[in-house]
């Protein structure tokens, strides 16, 4: 943006203070080097999306394609990839609620149009969360001071806001694979899904693997009753390429008395076998079996289900 001799660099005093802020953000970041001019208007952006409506993901991504074209970002026309009008990021496997402008300043905090909208402070904020992120280089990027933002030498590509979430899932894997504990939780009936989760769940939260048995088994049972994202639920998310057109993606399918009887089933075996009113939370062993609640695992030597004389109780 080119200012005239007399222009004020500022606004007056009585002005607005967010007519202010954006003026003087347009004056920091005027926006002149963009590598896709052809989609700076907003109008041409959105046509992107309107042009191949039938492609865009609409149902799976919170966001509107109105949400996206704000932010920068123009369709690509293949599954949910989209690039930015100035720098050209690139951006693909969105999750259902993700913010455009957050993933936006996650991945390419230098993009000048990024900084114009939305001001240093909001991308400083971002970038701070995700100090160790590798990201992709732009052609056009903007020097900022802040110490946090870390670019990588590659050249930009589409990249995968959910490639963390995916590694932390391979190495879940790993762990369990090679760890002592698996075995002997398999043993006590427990799934390799409930296992996978709870290491997922460790990894997550301490950043290492688990370091007694009892702690294995206490995270399962706190994790059966719990509602988090386990590794099985992201990795059997359909990918937008696989998505069917079938109306039953848009419309829940009827509770029929199969899925009544199965609940039913499901509830009577999480149920205290003692009392038949609370909630089964302790595990026998040497059998492995959840059979009753804590109060009731003290009153009986056997257990109720096997018969098996109990050595000890988790």
């Given at each position: 943006?080119?200012?005239?001799?007399?222009?004020?660099?500022?606004?007056?005093?009585?002005?607005?203070?967010?007519?202010?802020?954006?003026?003087?953000l347009e004056i920091m970041f005027p926006c002149s080097n963009p590598v896709n001019p052809h989609m700076q208007n907003l109008q041409s952006r959105l046509s992107t999306f309107h042009e191949r409506s039938n492609m865009?993901?609409?149902?799976?991504?919170?966001?509107?394609?109105?949400?996206?074209?704000?932010?920068?970002?123009?369709?690509?026309?293949?599954?949910?990839?989209?690039?930015?009008?100035?720098?050209?990021?690139?951006?693909?496997?969105?999750?259902?609620?993700?913010?455009?402008?957050?993933?936006?300043?996650?991945?390419?905090?230098?993009?000048?149009?990024?900084?114009?909208?939305?001001?240093?402070?909001?991308?400083?904020?971002?970038?701070?969360?995700?100090?160790?992120?590798?990201?992709?280089?732009?052609?056009?990027?903007?020097?900022?001071?802040?110490?946090?933002?870390?670019?990588?030498?590659?050249?930009?590509?589409?990249?995968?806001?959910?490639?963390?979430?995916?590694?932390?899932?391979?190495?879940?894997?790993?762990?369990?694979?090679?760890?002592?504990?698996?075995?002997?939780?398999?043993?006590?009936?427990?799934?390799?899904?409930?296992?996978?989760?709870?290491?997922?769940?460790?990894?997550?939260?301490?950043?290492?693997?688990?370091?007694?048995?009892?702690?294995?088994?206490?995270?399962?049972?706190?994790?059966?009753?719990?509602?988090?994202?386990?590794?099985?639920?992201?990795?059997?998310?359909?990918?937008?390429?696989?998505?069917?057109?079938?109306?039953?993606?848009?419309?829940?399918?009827?509770?029929?008395?199969?899925?009544?009887?199965?609940?039913?089933?499901?509830?009577?075996?999480?149920?205290?076998?003692?009392?038949?009113?609370?909630?089964?939370?302790?595990?026998?062993?040497?059998?492995?079996?959840?059979?009753?609640?804590?109060?009731?695992?003290?009153?009986?030597?056997?257990?109720?289900?096997?018969?098996?004389?109990?050595?000890?109780?988790?």
């Amino acid at each position: 943006m080119l200012l005239h001799q007399n222009q004020p660099l500022f606004l007056p005093p009585d002005a607005d203070d967010s007519s202010q802020q954006v003026t003087n953000l347009e004056i920091m970041f005027p926006c002149s080097n963009p590598v896709n001019p052809h989609m700076q208007n907003l109008q041409s952006r959105l046509s992107t999306f309107h042009e191949r409506s039938n492609m865009w993901p609409q149902r799976h991504i919170a966001a509107t394609p109105t949400d996206m074209s704000q932010a920068g970002l123009y369709y690509l026309g293949t599954r949910d990839r989209v690039k930015c009008w100035y720098c050209n990021g690139g951006l693909q496997n969105w999750d259902r609620y993700d913010n455009p402008w957050f993933e936006h300043a996650k991945w390419f905090p230098q993009c000048e149009f990024l900084l114009q909208q939305k001001g240093p402070e909001f991308v400083e904020n971002v970038t701070s969360r995700f100090t160790n992120l590798n990201r992709p280089n732009i052609f056009n990027p903007v020097s900022l001071s802040a110490s946090n933002i870390k670019q990588s030498t590659s050249l930009p590509k589409i990249v995968d806001p959910k490639e963390n979430q995916r590694q932390l899932i391979q190495r879940a894997k790993e762990e369990m694979t090679k760890s002592i504990l698996t075995p002997e939780a398999i043993t006590m009936a427990f799934t390799e899904e409930e296992i996978t989760k709870a290491f997922y769940n460790q990894l997550k939260e301490c950043n290492r693997p688990f370091a007694s048995f009892s702690t294995l088994v206490n995270c399962i049972l706190n994790l059966q009753t719990e509602v988090d994202i386990t590794p099985t639920d992201i990795l059997s998310t359909p990918q937008i390429n696989q998505v069917s057109e079938a109306s039953d993606l848009t419309e829940p399918k009827p509770v029929t008395s199969t899925d009544k009887h199965v609940l039913e089933d499901l509830k009577h075996k999480q149920s205290c076998k003692g009392c038949l009113q609370s909630k089964a939370a302790a595990v026998f062993l040497p059998c492995g079996q959840l059979s009753t609640c804590v109060v009731c695992s003290t009153l009986s030597p056997i257990c109720p289900i096997c018969m098996t004389r109990v050595k000890e109780r988790i």
